[in-house]
């Protein structure tokens, strides 16, 4: 059971989180292809390193934040809102 | 030692509202008993009591009880991973986290120096949470 | 007065003054509370608890504890209960396991005698082929397996989960544990110090008189501190991520076992060391028992272990245990000493040990064989937090190493020294581990919300100076051959035949034999094995092959991983009404409904007839308040919104991004800036976050304020051709068809309930008022309505009556009709799909399969024959037999009088009159033929409009 220390709730397990994954970007939706658009759906780089991933917080203050998480050893090492930015 | 007690205040009105208590933050509340306002989600507060200028009402929306007694944190982790140890979520404190598997709004609102939750459910688990806290409660002496 | 039983020994457990009766193999015996089955048994001079798993070799007290290969027996409906740990209770009915005919006469015990069957991979080898024999196969196997009985009809356990968060979290209750835990907890750290056993001390429990002094001391300290919380007859079961840590409790009152789950700071690892069995020819005949065995039978519970002794030793143990049995009236046979060169070549008896052949020739007479050989490290904790076990030759046992910050070892898990020093080491680490913990709580309070984020800095963990393992003699197996694991009896040649077969793993060779895979997982023989197998493949022990250690540490019952029955459910307020008048409940997803009332035929010619209502409260309810709401529609929907009327409905459905359906539902305008979206019941949460999705993660710049109020509702749809008189009679607002047309909304009281509001709509194709009460009130509306329309003829219907009235009129249901592949067009709904919309959801997908067209299609179906219901699922067959499509629902319809459905069938077959084949269970295939439209019954809807 991982902990997210979430920028609004606190430390919390993270079976109280829903996982999105990387976030991807969304083609044009009236400029794209096949090939395109099923990358968008189904593929993930799935890196052995440091990523920064989509949680939700579903059972607790429902925010989309941004993880950075080490895929290997599962470190987190930073958890914020949605378009913030920063280290 | 407090009595642990569970009492039912679900009829207590409630308001969702979304702007007029930014300096209550989220995971915090204000007030006290009757006169409450907490946030557990960035520009969403919810209030007790009838608001004329309320927007969304929640009375029906969700149960509420309230748990009190030295050993209600205890009890409440029996069925939850939330930390309320007092450092960790204080009287003022107010989160929402999974109660026996149920997204349940929790806030911390001593009365009188004795701790006391006041516990949030959607109505339609009220039978099941009742049902849960007072099974996990047996062994504590919850009346 | 039991036989083997001692005079007062200073530190035994027992209780001379609480005589207990119990059976064991169907005998009465005597113990003294406080007694394990197996000292208890020991003290009547019982010799064999068990016979072997693949040998049925007799077997006796090994190590006398929890974990003791050779003490799993039956205790009432109970199976593989250690021996070496449970306490006798009065009237305990105990069962040996594994023995067939008896204990002493052990049928399969001529196993031995054809032993080349039994060599290492012997299962794979003999019962591979041929497979139609593996019934049979199976059948003999499993009367020789072992594992004890288990009682289908047993009464549940009581189970318990507890959540905590220490600060520090000591695995362990030895003198280091203790003097951690009070070092932690002096230093302001809130500390839960967990011991397997049912009393803190560790080996000074079984100890010297100076040992238990200190033990007295420490517990002294330990027990009444404010920050501490013991928990004994406990054990850590496992490390995961970011310290999460589980923890068994096997003896608290009221419950069978309870599972602690600790989110931990820092977790101290002081569990001490195993003593590790020797192997040699006859080292598994009862009698032969290691050092510290002894001890603990002699000290703990005032039992003479045997009558007359040869002890091997090479340590203080050995040495203890020699001090330990003379004391307690043993005579010594023989003293070997390792130390100085002494060994030992066999031990031999037929059912028990008679006598001891030593390295040198020399033979003695003995019922006691005491081995006190070297010690292993259980690294199972230190393996599962990341660290790496590093041999240590010169004591030869491996140590722990690169532990996480918030991982630390002490006391004989770290090293070896006089109690005084680990003592010492225990305080150090204790001491460290606060600071560590406190440190990160000060972080997670700074983080926390009522914490005032303050910057906290934290200084860098400092490492606590290890204790060194004292030398020890590497001894591991003697000139002969003997047992390693004795719980799956593989032997020291079984390892050394799957390494010259070519098994030069470990891992495989674990596999190929199963060492190391029997109910004590390694712990005792894992070492053994390894340099064993190292003597045929060279691989030393310093060279890092080691097994991976992995949780559980101990064993778990099921129950307490389920814990107690948490599976929530929903109710609706007006459930009390249903379970008073005889409803069929009906679970739909986590929410309990009324499938039906006796006679769902009856309750759709309600509704046809006359006026019926169901309560739909779980239907999905969204406020969606703000200025930019109809943008959020218009993207989630595959249809057009902005231009909704205040007080209309529209009907709409939502694809994912791959084009599949999600949900469906109406959505309604209730003011300038105010809507009220529903959802299907079982889509109300996905639905939920797939618009917060959308708005979070897309558009956080719009104005919408989104709110789940489901429950703020209580639901009842009054449908029927007279619903418009049954609730005009209970409301002011104005229902007639100019006020209140088809699809539209109005808000206002309802039997006397403020702020209702109703929607016009037809899933049942009746005329119907969709009612939506503030759900406290719910029950009060219903029984309105029932009374209000009683001379109507009024009645209440059932989800099953709805499932009959909405696939008459050929209504889909989403997740029932389509499936994980059903993009939005053939449905039916092909005309809402708005392909000129900027953007919706999924919107490339469906222009790319209305481009394609060659898309499974929806179509209602009949079967010739009016009385075969086809079962849903049944397959829709070409002449080939080739699959074509599937049933999705199927019905008797009482309004009709025959069998109609709803199918999905390839696009060619989806043409008015087209007769399909539906292959039945039965392997017949019966014929059907294809509508013109989805509905069975008024296509022109007439009905739900006047």
Redesign the interface.
């Known amino acids: 059971m991982l902990l997210i220390v979430c920028p609004h709730c606190g430390p919390r397990n993270s079976d109280e989180f829903t996982y999105l994954g990387e976030p991807r970007t969304r083609p044009d939706v009236n400029d794209t292809d096949p090939a395109t658009w099923r990358r968008y759906l189904y593929m993930r780089s799935n890196r052995n390193d440091w990523v920064t991933e989509r949680w939700f917080h579903v059972s607790g203050c429902r925010r989309y934040l941004m993880v950075q998480r080490h895929t290997a050893s599962n470190e987190i090492r930073d958890v914020r809102p949605l378009g913030e930015t920063g280290s | 030692m407090a009595e642990l007690t569970l009492t039912d205040l ?2 207590t009105p409630k308001w ?1 509202v ?1 702007a007029g208590h930014e300096d209550v ?4 509340s204000k007030g006290s008993g009757d006169n409450l306002v907490w946030s ?3 520009g ?1 507060w919810t209030v007790l009591g009838d608001q004329p200028d309320g ?8 149960s509420m009880f309230r748990l009190t007694g030295a050993d209600a944190a ?1 009890l409440i ?7 309320l ?1 007092a ?4 009287s ?7 109660v ?4 349940t709004e929790i806030v911390r609102d001593d009365l009188d120096g004795a701790p006391s939750y006041l516990l949030l459910p ?7 949470m009742l049902e ?1 806290v007072r ?2 409660g047996a ?1 504590l002496g919850l009346v | 007065m039991s036989p083997y039983r001692l005079d007062h020994r200073p530190g035994e457990v027992i209780d001379r003054a609480r005589d207990l009766t119990f059976e064991w193999n169907g005998e009465t015996h005597q113990a003294l509370l406080g007694d394990t089955i197996a000292s208890a048994l020991a003290a009547s001079g019982v010799r064999i608890f068990s016979r072997s798993y693949k040998y049925h070799r007799p077997r006796g007290i090994l190590t006398a504890t929890y974990h003791d290969p050779n003490l799993m027996v039956q205790v009432g409906d109970e199976p593989n209960v250690r021996a070496g740990h449970r306490r006798v209770e009065e009237g305990m009915e105990v069962d040996p396991q594994n023995a067939w005919p008896s204990l002493d006469f052990d049928i399969k015990a001529s196993n031995r005698l054809v032993g080349r069957f039994l060599s290492p991979g012997f299962y794979y080898k003999t019962f591979m082929a041929p497979r139609p024999l593996w019934p049979a196969y199976q059948k003999v196997l499993s009367r020789f397996a072992n594992g004890g009985v288990v009682d289908p009809e047993t009464v549940p356990g009581r189970f318990d989960h507890r959540h905590v968060h220490p600060d520090v979290l000591v695995a362990g209750g030895g003198p280091a544990g203790m003097a951690a835990a009070l070092a932690a907890a002096d230093a302001g750290a809130s500390v839960i110090l967990v011991e397997e056993e049912p009393s803190l001390g560790g080996h000074l429990r079984y100890g010297s008189q100076q040992d238990l002094a200190t033990l007295t001391e420490l517990r002294d300290r330990v027990e009444p501190h404010p920050g501490i919380e013991v928990m004994t007859d406990a054990v850590v079961t496992g490390r995961f991520d970011h310290n999460w840590v589980s923890v068994v409790q096997r003896d608290v009152p009221g419950v069978t076992e309870r599972m602690v789950k600790a989110r931990v700071k820092c977790l101290v690892l002081a569990v001490g060391t195993l003593e590790r069995p020797y192997v040699f020819k006859g080292n598994d005949l009862p009698g032969v028992m290691l050092s510290t065995a002894v001890r603990r039978l002699v000290n703990l519970y005032a039992v003479r272990p045997g009558d007359r002794a040869v002890v091997l030793t090479a340590n203080t143990s050995g040495d203890a245990a020699i001090a330990d049995l003379e004391a307690a009236g043993v005579e010594i046979a023989a003293v070997i000493d390792a130390r100085t060169g002494g060994g030992i070549h066999e031990a031999a008896g037929s059912k028990e040990l008679s006598s001891v052949l030593d390295s040198r020739g020399r033979r003695v007479e003995a019922d006691l064989l005491v081995t006190a050989t070297g010690w292993t490290t259980p690294t199972a904790l230190s393996d599962m937090s990341g660290g790496k076990n590093v041999y240590h030759a010169e004591s030869a046992r491996y140590v722990p190493t690169g532990l996480p910050d918030d991982v630390m070892a002490t006391g004989g898990m770290n090293g070896d020294g006089s109690t005084e020093q680990l003592i010492e080491h225990g305080t150090a680490t204790g001491a460290e581990a606060a600071r560590r913990a406190l440190a990160l709580r000060a972080v997670w309070v700074s983080r926390s919300p009522t914490g005032g984020s303050a910057q906290v800095t934290v200084a860098d963990p400092q490492p606590v100076p290890p204790l060194v393992p004292a030398p020890h003699p590497a001894m591991f197996r003697a000139s002969t051959h003997g047992f390693v694991d004795f719980s799956e009896d593989v032997t020291s040649k079984d390892i050394i035949s799957a390494a010259k077969e070519g098994y030069d793993s470990i891992e495989l060779a674990k596999r190929y034999t199963t060492v190391g895979m029997g109910p004590i997982q390694g712990k005792l023989e894992a070492v053994n094995a390894l340099a064993i197998h190292g003597e045929a493949t060279g691989i030393g022990l310093d060279d890092g092959q080691t097994t991976t250690w992995r949780p559980p540490h101990s064993p778990i019952r099921l129950g307490t991983l389920a814990g107690r029955k948490h599976e929530p459910v929903r109710y609706s307020t007006i459930q009390p009404w249903h379970e008073a008048h005889g409803a069929v409940p009906l679970l739909a997803g986590q929410w309990v409904r009324p499938d039906h009332y006796g006679d769902p035929a009856a309750e759709v010619e309600t509704v046809r007839e006359r006026v019926g209502i169901i309560d739909v409260s779980p239907i999905g309810k969204i406020d969606l308040r703000g200025r930019d709401v109809p943008k959020l529609l218009d993207l989630v929907y595959v249809n057009r919104w902005e231009n909704l009327a205040i007080g209309k409905v529209r009907y709409g459905v939502m694809c994912a991004e791959d084009g599949v359906i999600l949900d469906d539902g109406v959505t309604g305008r209730l003011g300038e800036n105010h809507y009220m979206m529903s959802t299907t019941s079982s889509g109300a949460a996905t639905v939920w976050n797939w618009l917060d999705e959308w708005l979070q993660t897309g558009h956080p710049e719009w104005d919408v304020k989104i709110t789940a109020v489901t429950d703020g509702y209580a639901s009842i749809n009054v449908a029927g051709p007279r619903s418009r008189d049954l609730v005009a009679r209970v409301t002011d607002i104005d229902l007639s068809p100019e006020a209140f047309p088809y699809m539209s909304v109005r808000t206002g009281d309802v039997a006397g309930v403020k702020d209702c509001f109703v929607w016009r709509i037809g899933f049942t194709g009746e005329l119907s008022f969709e009612i939506h009460i503030p759900s406290l009130h719910g029950l009060q509306v219903w029984e309105a309505l029932l009374e209000a329309g009683s001379d109507l003829g009024v009645g209440p219907f059932g989800i099953e009556a709805q499932r009959i009235l909405r696939l008459e009129k050929g209504h889909f249901i989403v997740g029932q009709d389509t499936d994980g592949l059903s993009q939005g067009h053939g449905f039916g709904i092909d005309e809402l799909i708005k392909l000129d919309k900027t953007d919706f959801a999924g919107k490339p997908e469906l222009v790319w399969q209305a481009q394609q067209g060659d898309h499974p299609r929806l179509v209602a179906i009949q079967p010739e024959d009016p009385d075969l219901v086809p079962l849903e699922a049944c397959q829709i067959v070409g002449p080939d037999g080739v699959i074509r499509g599937r049933v999705t629902s199927s019905r008797q319809s009482p309004t009709l009088g025959r069998s109609i459905g709803l199918a999905q069938v390839e696009p060619d077959l989806a043409v008015p009159g087209q007769v399909i084949e539906i292959r039945l269970p039965n392997g017949k295939n019966a014929r059907a033929r294809i509508l013109d439209s989805h509905a069975h019954f008024d296509p022109e809807g007439t009905r739900a409009r006047g």
């Not at chain 2, 933050?25 to 915090?28: E, I, L, S, V, Y």
């Open positions: 679900s009829s969702r979304f933050r989220p995971g915090t557990v989600s960035p969403e927007v969304v009402d929640l009375t029906h929306v969700r205890h982790n029996r069925l939850c991973a939330l930390d140890s450092d960790m979520f204080p003022g404190a107010a989160a929402r986290s999974l026996a598997g149920v997204a959607s109505s339609s688990f009220k039978t099941y849960v099974d996990a062994e």
